[in-house]
């Protein structure tokens, strides 16, 4: 076992070699020196991170794009298409504003590119947190501080690398759309529109990681405004109050109309809140000591409690936040895809490109492949809820924490297993969760209150997959640790390929590579068919399923039983 280091403070560079600024130069020096270090230190952090973003971003518009080409090929389609949407008001608050409907973008936007935003918000968020407060909780931040780094120097290069990012990815869907038929002027309009939502987010994220003290806290403040955002949104597009939406960033970029009237100043009005808040962020940043927070949390007993012993009591006290916020999460979506159930078949016969895509989530009716695609957004919710869980691990063990805790007569695989539990809990409550609010909402609309117990049945069949998800994370984490992250392209890949893979027509070999193709669509399909039939999953299937959870755990935990800890 490895021991762990202290990083060296700040404070202890005047002892250092003539070579190194004096504390008294670095005084003197401007608060963004390094700058260019810096960012090349991102880049270089990264570099698979943004590649994988802005290429599958791209290509999943030009997949987008040629499928709404195909399903709605003349002016006459695609102006029906139109009319029969414009009243529904349901899709309205899922989807956004109802505009630019007789060109192929505009039902392009409308049908998922408003559900991709979602993703570029979510991972301009991962990107700010872990390289802001989350290098700063590891100590990396105060060794850099401690050499030739101002104090500002990494979050300003976070921000550039951020705004080229986005750009990026806003200049990749434009170009995707324009080359599949869509018009230049929209194309470019929504291009911007989403890079606006990512640096929004960005912006949004890099004052939340000046006011928590952790990077958990970073991430709740800034997924809570995300969930918020969306409600709002789809509040004010779905009533009769349409100024709510005003109040959510995502609302703001919806407001350029892309593929209608294409208008600019909400993108600007955007652009200049963002830029109001990185300015917030930096005076706190200019005024806060290194790892610390304008909101502290709340001393402790001087005492520990007797039911902290153990290692799992241990995990579950400093993680029961996120697991609270993260099943608060499955609640609500389950919730907000509930109340508009009943109108599924009538949103269904308005868009030919909604009927295909649930029409490949099970064997029943329209109604059931609405729920059983619902099923399936908990479902990927509570894996993500798994991932960030687990993934705490390679967090204790970068830190040296892992060192400490290991010191004591305590076994690493009870060490591990405990932060397995916690995740194994995440992933459940929130599919249990999410599906109570799922059938709640459906049943209080409608009075069918068989319908809870349908719905959990329905998010809870899922669970398979979802531990999948932990058995892959813990064989990585213990036989390849610094390759841990690379579950988060397959948690990626599975998503899309699961949700868009009816729509898009991908190849059935290439659906089932997906994790989520493997476990039953409840409700409306049987446990009957063929390995990897995706609606129709067979007990081979299941059965194969949990044969690798088992094998891959085991092999996750003899490895990290004989590796080093880093």
Known sequence: MSTATTPPHAGHVENATTERPTPQAHAAGSSITGWPLALRLILRLER????????????????LGMGISSLYPTVADRLSYSIATANIVASHALNGPPVGLTSIGGIAVFEAGWYIALGVAALNIVLVARNSRGTEELGRLELLRAGVFGVHANLVA??????LANIAVGSGAALALIATGSTATGSIVFGAALATIGVTFAAITALAAQVSERVRGTYAISFAVLGVAFALRAIGDAGSVPFVSWLSPLGWAQAAHAFADNRWWPLLFAWSVSAILIAAALVLESRRDLEAGLIRPKPGPSVGSP????????????????????????????????????DAEEMANASTAMLDLMGGFTTGDIVDSYFAMSGLFIAILASAGVLVALLRTRLEEDSGRADLVLSVPLLRRQWLASYVGVAALTGALVLLFGGLGLGGAHALRTGEVGAISEMVLAALAHLPAVLLFLALTIALFGLAPTWTPAVWALFAWSAVATLLGPALQLPSAVQASSVLEHTPRLPGTAVLGAVGGGASTSVVALGLLGAIIIVATALGFVGFSRRDVR
């Open 307 to 342: 039911r902290l012993a153990s290692s799992w009591a241990l995990s579950w006290r400093t993680y029961r936040g996120p697991v609270i916020g993260w099943t608060a999460a499955g609640l609500g979506i389950g919730a907000a895809f509930g109340i508009i159930g009943a």
């Open 158 to 163: 976070l921000l550039c690398v951020v705004l």
């Open 48 to 63: 698979i991170l943004l590649s994988v973003w802005i290429i599958s971003t791209t290509l999943l518009f030009a997949g």
